[in-house]
């Protein structure tokens, strides 16, 4: 089965500062694929770099055959790739119909646009009893509906998120869970980064871990979770994700 | 105090007001988007002024039309500047500071060998005053009031309802979010700066009728719509409509009981106490 | 905010990680000597005149130079000039003091305000002081021109400050009235700003955070109050440009608001960055090239202005690291910053970044 996405020795850096170094990974058709790695391993680094936000110094990124490598960010959405990033990167002082709208402002989004905007709101009931609001006024859950739904308009075929669950109540989460199951469910390919392992390795069939800027692991869930390095590292600390203040 | 003398001021508060606005506004949008100070903005002004000057004083084109003129030349002069020497200064407040500084020396410069350093006036369009009771208004100044009003409210319309609006107004506020939606943010800082740099173009052909024209006009409105920018909360339309209004109206009646110089001090203090107390500004939003 | 962290110095981490060698001692050493004796060699009144307006640009240059390092572009600094020039002038004239109390006393001027500027300001974002800062320097021209116009004469200006004393020095005396005096007089002032700044900015402190001058809260993880060293820094060239001002005022025996307003100040911007903010020698050259050029261009009038904003445009666009990037460029690619200066940054962001400090702040 050929991959949707595809990076082949991925090497990306800040000025100087190597991050993530020779990064492989690839996803198939319709699978949910979880990325999971300590704080600072350079999960954000390397997504942010997939969507475009930064330029690699090396290696190849393709999206459906094609090279995106380098691509800018507007333009690798155009495609269908989207990218959901940390920390729900809102417009605060905007709307939250005017963050849905702007869901809508690629060329890929336009066709229909409407009647996705009805389907979103559908989807998330309380976006729509909060319509005129600021977005900075919703509570952590709403915003993070948000920023997915905004993404969702653009219909994209492959969909990274990048810790959807951090510094949400577990009930949220459970949420959130359910939500990305549903988007992989309609045929949509999931990157899902995660320092929740067992929300991630219950949604993924696969995933890669991350620690220190390289891959240094890989596998299906099942084989994941024979390991004791996973186990102990990630399972142990579940309890506290990301640490958050 | 008498009620007279009051109105009066206000009614040049007003004329002011649509003055102050119309510039600021070019300038924190533009830094809204691009994080960028343009010193050369009230030269732009400036430029669209003396183009103003030559088209209804010397080339006797109706007024109306020479305003249109002179925004389209603004287009094309905002488009020109921004992508000769702008681009590449995006984000780099210091760097984008001095080049515009350059920049307004050299059309200052270039100006007056053209157009000579005096002041020169341009004849009435509407001839005449209003009267209401007490109070005279020259007419010129009751439609540089009405249309400077429609034109800040059209451009408000245009920023709060078009999807190119709303994308500019995404991107002042996150970038990087802005991008993975699709939206190009280099465009959109281009469209900024056109739209800006025609705003500060027409504003100075608007009012050329009223004030005189001169090479030097632009560098005390730079200041002002500096100093509204600042109290409006950097980057923010609706507070640098309102600090253009509110400032607007302070000199118009502050003016009534003392002079300019006094006027500048005051309004100084006022902004270091502002930076102080609410460094936000009045609508400065979380990211500024 | 980050309490508790340790400033372990990265490294060896002192002013000698500067290129302060032997040689650039003794080349130093070689052109002290040398300004000190032109005089003396038979320069002539022209040439003295213009050495010292020379001296005195680049002593503006360098102080508006040291606090642009800190991230910030200052546009107080000439009406500091101002100040020092008036308080000069006006104690002078009204008050009689002599040159050894009223050169003091416009410093000290200069200083008090200083602080108080420093302290609302400082602390203020960039773009937030720029923007005071320029508007204090419109506002100290225009109180200069319309207030308290029987001390300092409104737009007349003040004229008849006396003339500065003949001084005995070993034996001689010079007579500071003289063009030669006056070349002394802005050679000291010159050679003490160089001198200070020098010292502060390649101080560790300075060192790391000219480093990271886009970082405060980087620079503070590491320990070091990015406010602290500003207002160090700030004071410093607020204190010479007082100086300056006073000098300048017994220079000129004449002092007028417009002396001080926004074109003087656009100047010192051109030179620092004309000449390149990479290095001191950089708005020193800056302001050299540019004086003498403008002695020449002087002739073409309005032309001159029209030609500087020419050249700080293209400067802009096509010389990023001004004059002193242009010998580096030649033999080794760019570089706007001075290699012990990047390798300093990069090691400080590399603790940076290990450091709880760095962590506990991303996660905030
Ligand atoms: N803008 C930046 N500039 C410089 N270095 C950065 C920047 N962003 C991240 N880094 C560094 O890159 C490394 C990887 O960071 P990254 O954010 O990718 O990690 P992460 O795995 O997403 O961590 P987290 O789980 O905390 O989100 C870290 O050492 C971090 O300090
Ligand atoms: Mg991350």
């Known amino acids: ?245 | ?288 | 905010m980050c309490e508790g962290v340790e400033a372990t110095p990265p490294g060896k981490l002192t002013a000698g990680s500067l290129p302060l060698s032997a040689l650039g001692i003794t080349v130093a050493a070689v052109i002290c000597v040398a300004l000190l004796s032109f005089p003396s060699l038979g320069g002539n009144n022209y040439q003295l005149r213009v050495a010292s307006t020379l001296f005195f640009n680049v002593a503006l240059a360098v102080g508006f130079w040291a606090v642009y390092l800190t991230g910030l572009l200052n546009m107080t600094q000439i009406a500091f000039v101002g100040i020092g020039a008036y308080t000069t002038a006006a104690l002078a004239i009204h008050g009689h003091w002599s040159m050894w109390a009223a050169v003091p006393a416009s410093v000290v001027a200069a200083l008090v305000v200083g602080v108080v500027i420093g302290y609302a300001t400082l602390r203020l974002r960039g773009s937030y002081f720029f923007l005071v800062s320029f508007a204090f320097l419109e506002v100290t021209r225009l109180f200069f021109t319309s207030f308290f116009k029987d001390q300092f004469g409104g737009t007349n200006g003040l004229t008849g400050v006396p003339r500065p004393p003949v001084l005995p020095v070993l034996g001689a005396s010079v007579n500071l009235a003289s063009p030669s005096g006056y070349y002394y007089l802005t050679l000291g002032l010159m050679l003490l700003t160089v001198t200070l700044i020098w010292r502060i900015v390649s101080s560790r402190n300075g060192l790391v955070l000219r480093a990271l001058s886009q970082s405060d809260s980087l620079a503070e993880s590491v320990g070091i109050s990015s406010f602290r060293y500003r207002m160090l820094i700030f004071l410093t060239s607020t204190g010479l440009a007082g100086l300056a001002g006073s000098i300048y005022a017994y220079m000129n025996l004449v002092v007028f608001p417009t002396d001080f307003g926004l074109t003087r100040a656009v100047l010192v911007v051109v030179y620092t960055v004309v000449g390149g903010v990479g290095h001191i020698l950089g708005p020193m050259l800056g302001a050299s090239v540019i004086t003498v050029l403008g002695e020449w261009l002087r002739r073409f009038g309005t032309l001159e202005q029209l030609a500087y904003g020419l050249v700080l445009v293209v400067v802009m666009l096509f010389v990023q690291g001004g004059l002193v990037s242009v010998p580096g460029r030649i033999t080794k690619g760019s570089g706007r910053l001075p290699r012990s200066v990047a390798r300093t940054a990069w090691k400080v962001r590399l603790q940076a970044m290990s450091s709880a400090a760095w962590r506990r702040r991303r996660e905030e």
């Open chain 1, 1 to 245: 089965m050929t991959s949707v996405l595809e990076l082949d020795a991925v090497t990306v850096g800040y000025g100087r500062l190597t991050a993530v170094r020779d990064a492989s990974l690839a996803i198939r058709q319709g699978e949910v694929v979880a990325l999971i790695g300590p704080n600072g391993a350079g999960k954000t680094t390397l997504v942010s770099a997939i969507a475009g936000l930064l330029r690699p110094i090396s290696g190849t990124i393709r999206f459906r055959g094609r090279d995106i490598t380098g691509m800018p960010a507007y333009r690798v959405l155009e495609l269908g790739l989207g990218l959901i990033p940390q920390g729900r990167q809102l417009f605060p002082d905007l709307s939250v119909a005017d963050n849905l709208l702007l869901g809508g402002y690629s060329r890929r989004a336009r066709p229909g646009r409407d009647s996705m905007l009805q389907k979103m709101l559908d989807r998330f009931p309380r976006l729509r009893e909060r319509l005129r609001q600021r977005a900075g006024q919703l509570s952590g859950g709403e915003q993070q509906m948000l920023t997915i739904a905004r993404t969702l308009m653009a219909r994209p075929e492959v969909l990274i998120l990048d810790e959807p669950s951090l510094g949400l109540a577990p009930k949220i989460v459970e949420e959130v869970a359910e939500i990305i199951q549903e988007i992989s469910q309609d045929g949509t390919s999931v990157l899902l980064v995660e320092q929740n392992v067992p929300m991630a390795l219950d949604l993924a069939s696969r995933a890669y871990v991350i620690e220190a800027g390289e891959i240094v692991d890989r596998g299906s869930r099942d084989e994941l979770l024979q390991r004791e390095s996973i186990t102990a590292a990630y399972l142990g600390i579940t309890d506290d994700p990301g640490g958050a203040p």
């Open chain 2, 1 to 288: 105090m008498d009620l007279t003398s009051l109105v009066q001021g206000g009614a040049s508060g007003a004329l002011l007001a649509s003055l102050y606005v119309l510039v600021a506004l070019g300038l924190t949008i533009e830094f809204s988007l691009l994080r960028i100070i343009n010193f050369a903005h009230g030269d732009f002004y400036m430029l669209g002024a003396v183009a103003a000057y030559y088209l209804f004083a010397e080339v006797a084109l109706p007024f109306p039309l020479v305003v249109v003129v002179a925004a389209v030349g603004g287009v094309i002069l905002g488009f020109l500047a921004e992508r000769t020497l702008f681009r590449r200064f995006h984000e780099d407040l210091l760097g984008a500071f001095v080049l515009s500084l350059g920049l307004a020396w050299v059309l200052e410069m270039a100006v007056v060998g053209k157009f000579g350093a005096y002041p020169k006036g341009l004849p009435p369009v509407v001839a005449g005053v209003s009267r209401f009771g007490q109070v005279a208004i020259s007419n010129d100044r009751i439609m540089v009031i009405v249309v400077g009003s429609l034109i800040v409210a059209a451009i408000s319309l245009y920023v709060t309802k078009s999807q190119v609006g709303r994308a500019m107004r995404a991107v002042a506020q996150n970038k990087d979010a802005a991008a993975l939606l699709g939206i190009n943010p280099v465009f959109v800082g281009t469209i900024g700066f056109v739209l800006g740099t025609a705003l500060a173009t027409l504003a100075g052909a608007l009012v050329s009728p009223i004030f005189s024209v001169d090479p030097q006009m632009g560098v005390g409105l730079t200041i002002k719509a500096f100093v509204i920018v600042i109290i409006g909360g950097m980057g923010s339309i609706p507070g640098a409509v309102l600090a253009g209004i509110l400032l607007g109206l302070f000199e118009g009646v502050g003016g009534i009981y003392v002079d300019n110089a006094q006027l500048a001090v005051l309004e100084f203090l006022v902004i270091i106490l502002f930076l102080i107390l609410r460094p936000k500004g009045i609508m400065g939003s979380a990211e500024a």
